[in-house]
């Protein structure tokens, strides 16, 4: 089978009984991390990469009868990554914070040079082409299980704050969902190609 240029794993946050944060709207970040998940898929999918997502339903990865559901399903997140052995490892997710004037979509690495590399190429295009008036910055964490565990160059999108009510509205609109994940794929494009001119 030819993988193109090669293999780019998309994982989309939460599913089944775990729907993450859940907006004034109702919307559940489970749901909007399909939608924009696919969107991103669809654009490296175009561009001759092989996509991978860790779930393309609104399903969870666990059995229905898993006592620990949660944990089970990071765990096969995890397996599926290890076992793609991907160039990297995008997983998507919508951000909350107890003050709801807080908005602006940003990025999450693992403890690596190559993550800190992807991070930053995403956020900078984030940034740029959102036109972000309050810009955040690319941010090391050492706590999301998937950025611990996963293998490889990993980094956690958090493509803007449900806990905002306006942002809220903007991460429902399709025009919008699209100008982000054009940005999340420039970002990662320029971290691939300047890893290329680096090899």
């Known amino acids: 089978q030819d993988h193109g240029k090669g293999t780019i794993v998309l994982d989309p946050g939460h599913g089944g009984d775990d729907p993450g944060m859940t907006g004034n709207s109702k919307i559940t970040e489970k749901t909007l991390n399909l939608i924009y998940a696919k969107k991103l898929a669809q654009l490296f999918t175009d561009a001759g990469y092989r996509v991978v997502l860790t779930r393309e339903t609104e399903d969870g990865l666990y059995d229905a009868d898993s006592s620990h559901k949660k944990a089970q399903d990071m765990q096969r997140r995890v397996a599926i990554i290890a076992w793609e052995e991907p160039l990297l490892t995008i997983s998507i997710h919508q951000n909350s914070y107890q003050d ?6 940003q990025v999450f690495y693992e403890h690596s040079a190559a993550g800190e590399a992807l991070a930053k190429c995403i956020q900078d295009s984030l940034n740029t082409e959102l036109a972000i008036a309050r810009p955040r ?27 905002n009510p306006q942002e809220e509205e903007k991460l429902q609109q399709t025009t919008y969902q699209d100008q982000v994940v054009q940005a999340v794929f420039d ?13």
């Open 100 to 105: 709801p004037s807080v908005c602006g979509p």
């Open 187 to 199: 970002g990662t494009m320029a971290y691939l190609s300047e890893k290329n001119a680096g090899s």
């Open 137 to 163: 910055v690319h941010k090391g964490n050492g706590s999301y299980y998937i950025l611990k565990r996963s293998e490889g160059t990993t980094v956690i999108v958090e493509c803007g704050f449900l806990s």
